[in-house]
């Protein structure tokens, strides 16, 4: 990889009596998918990289792929080496990864993690060591493939906690990524987290079930019948939030829905609860919207309420 001479990132508006964070070497602790990712990245912005030797096949090789003729160091050194100290390894590690290497932080470092799950206080120790910490989140799925670079270009939102006075310098390398900056307050960060769980994680979860029941139903390539329907609901959706609920709960089918449980549970009893579970949440928000009268959601409800009853005998 060509390394153009590394550079600075600076609060935006700093004068020469403020406090600047310099940073010519970025260190990496975790090539995983989003770390790897973001290592290249800044490389590309013209950063000097050191990454932490990685234990697994996977992970050597992802860092051969994406982050060619880096070295590799102990993580310790890799600690002692960085400007900045970008921490990318799971959510439950981050915080016995960075005491063990707090004895190697020095005054003045940046250390950032890229967990959307925890703000600044599993830093505690780098903070005692004197670093300055950081949360920063890209809100994007990583495959840990070179098109991953593609994707971050193109523009993602990072949720940052940070303090107030590292907050330009969070600003400016979330623009070096090609990113914009949402703001999480330190308690809002397991808030924010959840949404972006349920809003992705659970997506794929319900999408994968449709497919399924598509599969049960005969359909040879359901993922072509599920594509453009689930393309103009996503769409429709982020334009105009409850505006785009249709289908027979938004429309109070009780029969519909009602047949719907039947199939299911004749075929795959185990999509019952969870259909049940956002039919209900469906006809709270579609009643609430105004999509759906209280009145006449009442035969859906009992539907509703009434299987399950019988899913929890």
């Known amino acids: 990889m060509t390394v153009r001479k590394s550079t600075a990132l600076r609060p935006r508006g700093a004068g020469p009596g403020s406090p600047r964070t310099p940073v010519e070497t970025v260190g990496l602790v975790g090539a995983g998918r989003v770390g790897a990712v973001l290592a290249a ?56 990864v960075v005491g063990a290497l707090a004895g190697a932080l020095r005054p003045g470092q940046v250390v950032a993690h890229v967990s959307g799950a925890h703000g600044l206080g599993v830093l505690a120790s780098a903070v005692a060591a004197g670093a300055r910490p950081l949360a920063v989140h890209p809100a994007m799925t990583f495959t840990g493939h070179r098109s991953d670079l593609t994707r971050l270009a193109a523009g993602v939102s990072f949720g940052v906690t940070a303090p107030e006075d590292l907050r330009s310098f969070a600003e400016a390398l979330v623009a070096e990524l090609g990113g914009t ?3 999480v307050t330190e308690g809002d960060r397991a808030l924010y987290h959840a949404a972006l769980a349920h809003g992705a994680n659970h997506l794929v979860t319900v999408l994968n079930e449709a497919l399924d029941r598509l599969r049960d139903a005969g359909v040879v390539h359901p993922e072509r019948v599920l594509a453009p329907l689930v393309s103009a609901a996503l769409e429709n959706t982020l334009t105009w939030g409850d505006g785009a609920l249709t289908g027979p709960v938004a429309r109070g089918d009780a029969g519909t829905v009602a047949r719907h449980l039947e199939a299911l549970g004749r075929t795959a009893p185990e999509s019952v609860p969870p259909y049940l579970a956002l039919a209900r949440r469906t006809a709270d928000r579609a009643i609430a919207a105004g999509r759906l009268r209280p009145r006449d959601a009442e035969p859906l409800l009992d539907v509703l309420a009434d299987n399950r009853e019988q899913a929890c005998r």
Do not use: N
């Not at 912005?45 to 096949?57: D, E, K």
């Not at 002692?80 to 921490?87: F, G, I, K, R």
């Open 181 to 183: 900056v949402e703001w």
């Open 41 to 96: 990245a800044l490389a590309r912005a013209g950063h000097r990289l050191v990454v932490a030797r990685g234990r697994s096949a996977a992970t050597r090789d992802r860092a051969a792929r994406l982050l060619p003729g880096v070295p590799e160091l102990p993580a310790a050194q890799v600690a002692a080496a960085a400007d900045l100290l970008l921490v990318a390894v799971p959510d439950d590690a981050i915080e016995p």
